[in-house]
C-alpha cells in the first residue's frame, strides 16, 4: 500500500489525483472502520488512517474527507484560536484542500472564494504572482503547499499582504525541512533533479528555518504559531497529529 500510494503521488498529475480521490476512498472508508483516529475535519472515526507521502507516513490521509495531519491541525486552529467560524469574512483560498472546500462553501458567515492556476476544485483561475482582486479585499488567505511550487514566492507573498484587509490575516504553510537556509536555483528544471535537490519533481525550491523570515521579506508579518505542543498529547495523537508542525500564520504588513 504505502509504495501504491508513494508511486501514484510522484507519477499522476494533481488535477487528476483531485478528481478521482474521493471515489477510490469509498473502499477503505468500509474497510477502516473503528475508533482508534478519529478525524476533526469530517467527524469520522476510523481503526488508522491511510498512509500517505512520497516518503510514506503512517496514519495520515483520513478515508472520508482527505485531511492530511496540517488540515487537521489547521481546523483546530481555526476553531480554538480565531472567529473563522462565526465572523463575518471575506475568504481567499488558493490551492483549495478537498477537506474543507464544502465545509467552508456552507458556513453562512464566509463569502468564499477559491482560486488555482490549474486545480479542478477551484471557481476561479488565477495565477498568485498577479491575484485579480483589488487591494483590501480580503479578511483571511490561505495558500498552503504552494509557494514551493512558484516561480517567486516572496512576489506570490507581496500579492497576498496587497489583497489582505488592513487587519486581515493568513495561513501559508509549505513544507520546511531541518535546514538552516531556503535552498533554491532557478536554472534546475530536470524534474529528477528537482527531487533530489527540492523533495519532489515539480517543487522549485526547498525551504529552510528560515521560512517565516524569508516571506516577512515581502512586507508581511509571518509568525510561527506552534499550537500542536500546547494540545493535549492524547488528543494530538486521536487525531493523528504531526507533533513537530508549525502553523505559519501571516498579517498585513
Known amino acids: 500500500m504505502k509504495r501504491i500510494i508513494s508511486f501514484v503521488i510522484r507519477f499522476i498529475p494533481r ?3 483531485q478528481r478521482v480521490s474521493p471515489v477510490i ?3 477503505f472508508k468500509l474497510t477502516l472502520r473503528g475508533s482508534a483516529v478519529h478525524c476533526p475535519v ?4 476510523y481503526q488508522n488512517f491511510l498512509p500517505y507521502g512520497r516518503i510514506s507516513r503512517e496514519n ?7 485531511s492530511l ?3 487537521r491541525l489547521m481546523w483546530l486552529f481555526l476553531k480554538e484560536e480565531t472567529e473563522f467560524f462565526t465572523a463575518k469574512l471575506k475568504v481567499l483560498h488558493v490551492a483549495p484542500e478537498h477537506c474543507f472546500i464544502d465545509r467552508f462553501e456552507k458556513l453562512p458567515n464566509l463569502e468564499y472564494i477559491t482560486a488555482d492556476i490549474e486545480s479542478p476544485l477551484a471557481k476561479v483561475k488565477m495565477d498568485i504572482h498577479q491575484i485579480p482582486f483589488p487591494e483590501n479585499t480580503f479578511d483571511v488567505v490561505f495558500c498552503n503547499h504552494v509557494l514551493e511550487h512558484v516561480k517567486d514566492d516572496i512576489q506570490a507573498c507581496q500579492e497576498i499582504n496587497r489583497v489582505l484587509k488592513s487587519n486581515g490575516w493568513g495561513i501559508l ?3 520546511v525541512y531541518p535546514i538552516e537556509k531556503t535552498i533554491e536555483d532557478k536554472t534546475i528544471t530536470d524534474p529528477r533533479e528537482r527531487e533530489r535537490l527540492f523533495g519532489q519533481r515539480d517543487h522549485v525550491r526547498k525551504f529552510g528555518k528560515d521560512y517565516a523570515k524569508r516571506l516577512s521579506t515581502s512586507g508581511l508579518n509571518v509568525e510561527e504559531n506552534q499550537l500542536v505542543k500546547r494540545i493535549d498529547p492524547e488528543i494530538v495523537s486521536k487525531y493523528a497529529l504531526a507533533k513537530d508542525e508549525i502553523i505559519f500564520v501571516c ?3
Not at 42 to 45: A, L
Open 173 to 175: 504553510q509549505s513544507p
Open 251 to 253: 498579517r498585513k504588513g
Open 25 to 27: 476512498m469509498h473502499f
Open 15 to 17: 488535477p487528476i489525483l
Open 69 to 71: 495531519e496540517r488540515h
Open 60 to 66: 495520515a490521509l483520513c478515508p472520508n474527507c482527505l
Open 42 to 45: 469530517c467527524d469520522h472515526s
